[in-house]
């Protein structure tokens, strides 16, 4: 059964840590993994987009690396701020016909 | 560039009613896809068009159904509504099917079923 997870469940922190989330995936067939933010009550927005020919992803804070061997991806946020407080999700897509999401991480950044 | 529209952003139903959900995707987008997430399940797929065609579906009754129009705009319906059916409803678009693509998310249609 393909299913995605993601430890820890939340995560709280001082401002300026940095930090690793975690998603892990039982199949390695992905096709590629992307890593969402969600506010409270609202959409999903996208970070970053992973194809599985690829490694990591950088965009500004945010660092996300790719090993399909070992079923993992990293989310790494440098220098947190409270505006990243948020729950990020992962998802993998397998055959570019199923999107699987993991359950999330909910973070907190305190002042 | 306008993002992913979804209507109405909140709305309250009886059991037994049944909902129709509306999502405008980006501009050149030609894939619309449909999520449930509840606090218990998490994020759920419902179903997915591409140029007007359900590509893929997932795990749900036949109570949800939807269908894309010729301008990609895409409707979600829910008949018989449930207690169970209370959710945020959310669909994306992307200019590829299947999750191939960056996925862009509406802020979603909050049901709640009394």
């Known amino acids: 059964k393909q299913e995605v997870t993601q430890i820890p469940a939340a995560l709280s922190v001082p401002e300026g840590e940095n930090l690793v989330l975690n998603c892990s995936f039982t199949d390695s067939a992905i096709y590629n993994l992307q890593w969402f933010r969600q506010d409270p009550g609202k959409g999903l927005t996208s970070l970053l987009l992973?194809?599985?020919?690829?490694r990591e992803q950088t965009s500004g804070r945010l660092n996300a690396s790719l090993d399909k061997s070992s079923g993992r991806s990293t989310l790494y946020i440098a220098a947190s701020q409270p505006g990243d407080s948020a729950t990020y999700l992962c998802a993998v897509t397998y055959n570019t016909d199923k999107l699987i999401f993991g359950t999330g991480t909910r973070l907190q950044v305190f002042p | 560039k306008a993002g992913v529209t979804q209507t109405p952003r909140y709305l309250i139903k009886t059991r037994g009613q049944q909902v129709t959900l509306s999502c405008s995707p980006i501009s050149g987008h030609r894939s619309v896809s449909w999520y449930q997430q509840t606090p218990g399940q998490g994020l759920q797929f419902l179903f997915e068009?591409?140029?007007?065609?359900?590509?893929n579906k997932g795990n749900f009754p036949g109570r949800f159904s939807g269908r894309q129009f010729s301008n990609s705009r895409s409707e979600m319906n829910v008949s018989t509504l449930e207690l169970g059916d209370s959710a945020l409803y959310l669909c994306?678009?992307?200019?590829?099917?299947?999750?191939?693509?960056?996925?862009?998310f509406g802020e979603g249609s909050r049901l709640t079923v009394l």
């Open positions: 068009y591409f140029s007007e065609t359900q590509r």
């Open positions: 992973i194809q599985s020919s690829q």
């Open positions: 994306a678009s992307s200019l590829a099917q299947g999750g191939a693509g960056e996925l862009f």
